[in-house]
């Protein structure tokens, strides 16, 4: 499955009343490793950037002045993302503002070019219902440097997404086998199945001596630390670190 991450920064929250974008990027994921792959451009939106805007963004007219205007990079872009399926974090907004673009130059609709969309925002709300779940929250919850995120940007902000929606679906993918022995489906992972390749030959590397005592001692400082409620060290089995499958 080819995912783009993908996100925007524009001049206002509502494209409806004129606004346009001023910076669009994505990252590009195979398989649920990132590629390298990566589309970012900053545009000329012909236009002024309300301060609301410039206040979590940062990007002034000036430094647009000599950027290409979105006609000029819609080719390239919409080359990107053909066929993927799109992550975005409140897709609504992103995709809402990339149609209005694309309907100024008589182009078919995103939902046209890319295989599927998904947001990370319903997918964040559902997993975590009644909790704060924008970007920084969730990079708090699991973890993810986001230090560098001082202000908003369409590819840093893609970037980190990437790292937060690998956080929430891990362990949730499920495998498609084809009966016949073909390759495995591809379907969306946004609370779907993952096409994987079951042919690959895998090399299994063992825990040496060293990271087996490694093992113990953490498991000894969380028996500690919980008052002797380390669920690890109860396996059925009786033994340390082991349980019955």
Known sequence: MRQVFLDTETTGLEYKLGHRIIEVAGVEMLNRRLTGGRFHRYLNPEREIDAGALSVHGIDNEFLLDKPRFCEIAAEFL?????????????????????????????????????????????????????KNNLNALCERYGIDNSKRTLHGALLDAEILAEVYLAMTRGQESLI?????????????????????????????????????????????????????????????????????
């Open 177 to 245: 086998i084809d009966l016949d022995g073909d390759d495995l489906g591809q379907t969306s992972t946004c609370g779907h199945a993952a096409g994987l390749n079951l042919g690959r030959e895998y090399r299994i590397r063992r825990a040496d001596a060293t990271e087996l005592a490694e093992h113990e001692r953490l498991l000894a400082a969380i028996h500690e630390a919980s008052k002797g409620k380390c669920v690890w060290l109860d396996g059925q089995t009786g033994r340390r670190g082991e349980t019955e499958h």
């Open 79 to 131: 080359d990107f993302v053909r066929g993927a399926e799109l992550i975005i974090h409140n897709a609504p907004f992103d995709i809402g503002f990339l149609n209005a673009e694309l309907a100024r130059l008589d182009m078919a609709p995103m939902e046209t070019v890319c295989h599927d969309v998904c947001d990370t925002l319903r997918m964040a709300k559902d997993l975590h219902p009644g909790k």
